[in-house]
Every structure is written in C-alpha cells, then in structure tokens.
C-alpha cells in the first residue's frame, strides 16, 4: 500500500508491464507478416487483373477491325506456341501482338512496338472453329511476382474475338 509520499513503481507492477510487453512483442511481428502478406497478395490480384482486362480489351478493339483473310497466328522463336498474331486492318495498317518474354508487345506497322503489359506469363491465339476463321480465341494467363520468389498467377480463360471485316 502506497502512501502519499512514495514515490516509483512497485516490483509486481514492473513484472506485469514486463510481461505485457513480452506478449506484444511474441504477437505483433507475425501479426504485421501477416498484414503485409495480404497487402502484396491484394495488390498483385488487382494488378493482374487490371492488365488482363486492359490487354484482352486492346486486342479484342484492334482484332474486331481486321480482315479475316490475313490474319496469322505462329509461334515467333523462342516464345510459347500460337503467341503471336499479325493481321491487316480495315485503315490499311498491320498490326501484331506477340509474346516476348514477360511482356506483351504490340506492333504497329512493324517499326513502332508498345509494350502493354509486364507481367504476362502466357498467351495464345487460336481458331475455336475450323470452319469459322472469323473467331479467334484469345487465352491468357498473366503474373506478378509477390516476395521471396512468390508469384501470384491468374488465369483467364478464353475470350472469342468475332472478326467484323
């Protein structure tokens, strides 16, 4: 019992801060782990999906105005099979999206080259169809690299572009 002159803190209230400063400090660094690992994993889906929306929807404007007859879907060296596709536009232009390691290039006329996205893993054109060349399908799976070798992957699926010319 204290009285009014005493001044400090008592052994059993030092223990108590102690110990309670022991808990936090067994608590929080595994808690603020946790924290940052959502954070990099929410950012990475949004990323990724936020460029497979962007590249899908180019390529799906750009391929709606091409000729069906000169399309072309090969597989450049190097690169996954199918991944690039070049074709002819109803404005007289050539145009072509490819793989090229981790980016997904677009080509315009052959001279002037854009990357569109940095984080694709795979990409493939194909006919769905033998007996409808006007539907291409577009495959893609894109990826971001999180921490400590983690890569957060996400897979769409196939998106039928209906050629217009």
């Given at each position: 019992m204290r009285r009014l002159g005493d001044r400090g803190y008592s052994l059993a209230e030092l223990m108590m801060v102690v110990a309670i400063i022991g808990i936090l400090a067994g608590?929080?660094?595994p808690l603020m782990i946790g924290m940052q690992n959502f954070f990099l994993l929410t950012s990475a889906r949004y990323e990724t999906q936020r460029d497979a929306r962007t590249c899908l929807d180019t390529i799906n404007r750009y391929l709606r105005?091409?000729?069906?007859?000169?399309?072309?879907?090969?597989?450049?060296?190097?690169?996954?099979?199918?991944?690039?596709v070049t074709f002819k536009m109803a404005d007289g232009r050539t145009m072509q999206f490819q793989q090229s390691?981790?980016?997904?290039?677009?080509?315009l006329n052959g001279t002037q080259t854009s990357i569109i996205s940095r984080n694709l893993i795979y990409i493939a054109f194909t006919y769905p169809r033998t007996d409808d060349p006007s539907i291409i399908s577009v495959s893609i799976t894109m990826g971001?690299?999180?921490?400590?070798?983690?890569?957060?992957?996400l897979e769409l699926t196939i998106q039928k572009v209906r050629i217009m010319n």
């Open positions: 608590v929080a660094p105005q091409a000729y069906s007859s000169t399309v072309v879907i090969d597989t450049p060296a190097g690169q996954g099979p199918y991944s690039r390691g981790n980016d997904l290039l677009q080509v971001k690299n999180i921490q400590l070798g983690k890569r957060k992957v």
